[in-house]
């Protein structure tokens, strides 16, 4: 995979088959994020920004620590502050590094209806292609996780690339080179994975957090962007991460059993007037005393 | 002898609402399969095809309810209607027209044509809306945007079924309707054949 081109898994709202496609031997790559680690410094965040040669946009403050309200079409990168009170009373100030998971079955390359606008590379990487987006929005709707961004003066969409232009070329993501305290790691999946157990054994053995517990989410056939988190049974409490994540099912159905049942309806209607005319043909004019014309 | 079955009006309010649905009809499939794409690409892109999509399909929605102040009252379904109904196989199938009742100004297959483009209309407007301002949807309710791409579609789908039937009605099983839709004018033969009740009320038989 190093210093080499990235080879194309899957394409959005492609005709016939996908050139390229498992001619590959790329490792499967991820980032893991340890939300017990993180402190908040937001260097992620400035280093997204500083990579992808976004200006630092205007904010809105709300009371909290956390940059803006939401990810932003020229924000890819937002760490969440949360504010939690356990049952017990105890309290925690949980901090998520959001942004895009790049799963396995991508609900918006699914969505997509442009040739080519959201491509999966076979290391896992989903990547929006804005030469070929048409400003749909549909990804938005595909996403479980809420993460495609509308510009709309340009009428594209934008999201976390995971550094695919880095990656192709053997670094790191610029957020994991700037985390300064270790909380972001990058590798092949099945390195992060055994990274993420380790992590996951230490916080059991040593720390209270006994339900402490790797985010891969299976709904989504399994993320490229993993967390580590102090409570796995309530991902909700840091800041809305879906417990059990899906392709929407409207989506599927919308995909699936909809667009044949359209095709079959369409080219059936099509073919059965032709056949209706062959059969029936045109209906004659009578004239005044009844007979046909 | 030649009788006005259109006027101008009507003429320009049908061809509008045509014309603006068959734009939305290519641009939309374009985007319901890859297969079907190019049609964006020979209306000048992508991202032009979605641009202009919403807004031409407020302007068919707009003709559509100007249509609907022209011929609502002359669509609205009667007892008979639904006795043609009854007996439509005999219309459709048998060309066995005298086993169908005498019908009106527009007969009660036009009629459900009619009405289920107006309601596709309306459900393609509600849908469209999400669909095009995906965002402004709450995330706490985002099943509202999902389910508007399901309805847009199955809306959409019905009135190409419909659509399909109409367009092969008009220029295939009943000739002369062009003609009266494009310049208003049918023969009388065609009037009392077709639209029997029409044909002695405005002749005042």
Redesign the interface.
Known sequence: MANGPLEIKAISGHAGTVAGRDTSRDYAVAKLIDVTTCIGCKACEVACLEWNGYPFRETEFDNTYQTMPDLAWNYYNLIRFNEHTNADGTFQWLMRKDGCMHCADPGCLRACPSDGAIVQYTNGIVDFQQDNCIGCQYCVTGCPFNIPKFNSETKKVHKCTLCSDRVGAGLEPACVKACPTGCLHFGSKEDMKELAATRVQQLHEHTSHKNAGVYDPAGVGGTHVMYVLHDINEPEKYGGLPKDPQVPLSVRIWKGPLKWLGNLAMAGGILGVAVHYLRFGPKREMSENGKPK | MTIQRYTFHERICHWLTGLTYCYCLATGL??????L?WM?IVLGG??V???WHPFVGLVFLAAAIWMHGLWRSDMSITPIDREWLDQAGNYA???N?DAVPPQGRFNAGQKVFYWAMFYGALLLLISGLV?WF??RVP?GA??I???A??LH??AA?IT??AF??HV?MGV?????SVKAIVNGEV????A???HRLWYDRITGR
Not at chain 2, 187 to 190: F, I, T
């Open positions: 374009a985007f319901y399969s890859p297969w794409f964006a992508g991202p095809s979605r641009f199938t048998n060309n027209d669909l995906p965002e995330v985002r099943w945007r999902s389910f791409i399901l579609e199955s789908l190409i079924g399909i039937i092969y295939f099983v009943v000739p002369g023969s009388a033969d065609w009392r054949t077709h």
